[in-house]
Nanobody, 127 residues
Framework: QVQLVESGGGLVQPGGSLRLSCAAS????????MGWYRQAPGNKRELVAA?????????NYADSVKGRFTISRDYSKNTVYLQMSSLKPEDTAVYYC???????????????????WGQGTQVTVSS
């Protein structure tokens, strides 16, 4: 099995910064995409940022966070980070880490295509 453990959430004032971390552990061979989603009360879960691995590594961001948030991955540690700056009250939400296109070790050999979610970490931006 694979577990995603997030950390780094909390309360911050508008204009402040936070750094979220998500570490994946378990019988992992590789992870294609690691990303961050968020869900505010009454809203649907939405993509914040994602980082795609492989030979053509890339990142993509929601328009609402471009220029303020930066996603990065440590491929050796199966960890993804989200550096959030210039935070606004509308960034308040539960932030979830997602690992997509995960290849895991099984008794039958590597199996791919798995998706895993973290438990979520609260980010509150308020004065």
């Amino acid at each position: 099995q694979v577990q995603l453990v997030e950390s780094g959430g909390g309360l911050v004032q508008p204009g402040g910064s936070l750094r979220l971390s998500c570490a994946a552990s378990g019988s992992i061979v590789s992870i294609n995409v690691m990303g961050w989603y968020r869900q505010a009360p009454g809203n649907k879960r939405e993509l914040v940022a994602a980082a795609t691995g492989g030979t053509m590594r890339s990142t993509n961001y929601a328009d609402s966070v471009k220029g303020r948030f930066t996603i990065s991955r440590d491929y050796s540690k199966n960890t993804v980070y989200l550096q959030m700056s210039s935070l606004k009250p509308e960034d308040t939400a539960v932030y979830y880490c997602k690992a997509d296109g995960v290849t895991v070790r099984t008794a039958w050999g590597p199996q791919n295509g798995y998706v895993y979610w973290g438990q979520g970490t609260q980010v509150t931006v308020s004065s």
